[in-house]
């Protein structure tokens, strides 16, 4: 199959690529593209026939995306034995997403900033994106099912009001099973919250397992301080663990930056490589195997990060 190769070179800077540098104006929606006369690799970590795809994000060392790398400029590992890269392209399919948004007392006069950072993500919307919306205090609802019309979510979030206890990890768990109504290739999670879970039904383990066992990824606002109890001081780590295993991130900030943030994220995903290759010797044994990928940085560029789910699990015979 055909792989359309990626863009030349160029890194998001403030002067040439405004748009994907925060603070240098809003990020304006894509217009929607015609349809693609040929199949693209889907952005999802996939095993068929052996062939796994690897969504991959890069950032410079100021935190803004990379684009125009090349296929040389990456190297690819599983269970430590480099992989021989077989497909590569750059990834802007539309992409479902779902905002799990904390209402719980906790977050008090964090909440106005909050929805603000949702309005922010949603500027970044492509035309066919599609979203939903669980909210969360003593427990989760889905308030706004899949839809492309992100006025109703902006409406939702303006009455919404801070009470009751934390259901983070319930939260995650009822958006993983309507993420499963969405026919998109690429899907992913936004959570908004201070993380400190205290009322749900489901353990940071299983919820953990659901997530590495999924094909969505995952990003967290952590919106932290004001608190001391010992489930909000473990808030930023339970965050980031989930996060980090997708191939997503947690972003730490003080509610001032929250917008800002949102639309980094925004410009993220939907700024990603995708990376594929044939595992050599791979066993069918239903077993976790852990991926590593590695930038190889174009002459005058240094310091490149990348994000990438971390593993898989293996088809069983």
């Known amino acids: ?23 240098q104006g809003p990020v304006q929606p894509r217009p929607k593209k015609a349809a693609p006369a040929e199949t693209r690799p889907q952005a999802t970590i996939r095993v068929d026939t052996n062939l796994i795809l690897v969504p991959v994000s890069v ?13 040389e400029n990456f190297r690819v590992f599983e269970d430590k034995v480099e992989q021989k890269i077989a497909q590569f392209a750059m990834d802007d399919d539309p992409v479902a997403v779902g905002l799990v948004f904390d209402t719980s007392g906790s977050m008090g006069s964090k909440l ?9 993500f949603f500027k970044t919307a492509n035309a066919e994106d599609e979203f939903f919306l669980v909210e969360f205090d003593s427990s989760p609802r889905l308030e706004v099912p899949l839809t492309r019309d992100v006025g109703q979510i902006e409406n939702q979030l303006t009455f919404s009001q801070s009470k009751g206890s934390t259901a ?19 899907k992913a999670l936004l959570i908004i919250s201070d993380g400190g879970d205290n009322h749900s039904r489901y353990s940071a ?31 930023p780590g339970l965050l980031a663990n989930i996060s980090e295993q997708t191939g997503g991130r947690m972003f730490e900030a003080n509610p001032a930056e929250l917008p800002d943030i949102a639309q980094k994220i925004g410009v993220e995903l ?3 490589y995708v ?16 991926i590593q990928v590695v930038i190889v940085p174009p002459r005058g560029l ?16």
Do not use: C
């Not at 950032?59 to 296929?71: A, C, I, K, W, Y």
């Not at 106005?112 to 922010?120: F, G």
């Not at 958006?175 to 290739?185: D, F, G, T, V």
């Open 302 to 317: 240094r310091q490149l990060r990348a994000h990438w789910r971390t593993g898989y699990n293996a088809p069983v015979e």
């Open 112 to 120: 106005q900033r909050s929805r603000m950072a949702a309005v922010q």
């Open 275 to 290: 990376i594929g290759y044939s595992a050599q010797n791979q066993p069918h044994d239903g077993k976790y195997h852990r």
């Open 168 to 186: 983070l990890l319930d939260a995650i768990y009822l958006a993983l099973h309507e993420m499963k109504h969405s026919k998109k290739n690429k």
């Open 205 to 235: 383990t299983e919820v953990r397992n659901l997530v590495r066992e999924s094909d969505v990824l995952v990003y967290s606002i952590g919106v932290f301080g004001g608190g001391g109890s010992p489930e909000e001081a473990g808030g």
């Open 1 to 23: 199959m055909p792989i359309p190769r990626s863009i030349p070179l160029t890194v998001a800077f403030g002067l040439m690529a405004p748009l994907a540098f925060l603070g």
């Open 270 to 272: 939907r700024n990603r």
């Open 59 to 71: 950032n410079d060392s100021l935190n803004r995306p990379v684009t125009g790398l090349e296929r």
